[in-house]
């Protein structure tokens, strides 16, 4: 359209201007964001996860506005729904990563859900607008409601996952701090044995970090935390099992009380 209505030369001055105009506020706006405190990157960089729900939140409104007169669009935008969000929609933001780990407990697990449940419904509605003789409608009705039992079997599933890795995350990362402090304050006559047990603990530990919050598929769901953040506490755990008692072990320590303590509140013993 741009081409059509001016000139190429005037076309190419513009897209030149523009891109010198997004550039210059960058360079503006970049200072700005570095000199808010914590709180408002905290805020800046949740907006793509709000504004993610804001869009998921009017397609469902527009499936409900066709529902009455067109089931079949409704349906299929309750489907895209769940297509979208299985294809990853908006990832979780990655900084603050361990602030923002007891959200995500909550948050993936809800969103995983809601999407499951749209899905269902889209597929229900689909369903039921299938030119089918009257004499299968009672097979069609089984199979609408077996969906519906599955939905409600999987929803379960996803909570109790969410608790489970919770009662994981906490069990394993209490061990790993009690095996550090031991190698920080055991005598040096025992270091051998108690850096053997911190390794042990940090490898269970590790092996859990690698989960996804709401689904088995490693491909598709939300980290615990993010692989940069795993990688960097890696980091600090293998320094301080080899210098008990340094620097490192503070900070591995106060990353690791950090973790339990955004897992307490999902803590089940019984999941």
């Known amino acids: 359209m741009a081409l059509g209505s001016t000139s190429p030369t005037l076309f190419r001055g513009l897209a030149v201007l523009s891109a010198l105009l997004l550039l210059s506020s960058y360079w503006v706006a970049a200072p700005w964001f570095i000199a808010r405190s914590e709180t408002w990157h905290r805020v800046i960089t949740f907006v793509p996860m709000v504004a993610y729900v804001v869009a998921i939140g009017l397609v469902v409104l527009a499936g409900v506005g066709f529902w009455p007169d067109r089931p079949v669009v409704a349906g299929l935008a309750w489907v895209m729904v769940w297509c979208f969000h299985l294809c990853g929609g908006v990832r979780e933001p990655t900084s603050f990563a361990y602030e923002r780990l007891r959200g995500r407990l909550t948050w993936a697990a809800a969103l995983q859900v809601n999407a499951m ?25 089984a199979t609408c409601l077996s969906v519906v039992v599955g939905l409600v079997v999987s929803s379960a599933k996803v909570f109790a996952r969410v608790r489970k890795l919770a009662t994981e995350l906490d069990a394993r990362a209490q061990k790993l701090e009690r095996c550090l402090t031991r190698l920080s304050r055991g005598p040096a006559a025992e270091r051998r044995q108690l850096r053997d047990a911190a390794e042990d603990a940090w490898d269970d530990l590790h092996r859990t970090l ?47 009380n950090v973790l339990r303590t955004a897992c307490a509140p999902k803590i089940d013993t019984v999941a």
């Open 210 to 256: 690698r989960n996804k919050v709401e689904t088995g598929f490693h491909l598709y769901g939300t980290f615990v935390i993010p692989a940069e953040t795993r990688r960097a506490l890696e980091v600090l755990v293998t320094e301080a099992i080899a210098n008990p008692g340094a620097s490192a072990y503070q900070d591995a320590m106060a990353r690791l």
């Open 117 to 141: 449940c749209y899905g269902t419904v889209g597929a229900v509605c689909l369903i039921r607008t299938l030119p089918v003789p009257g004499r299968y409608a009672p097979a069609l009705f």
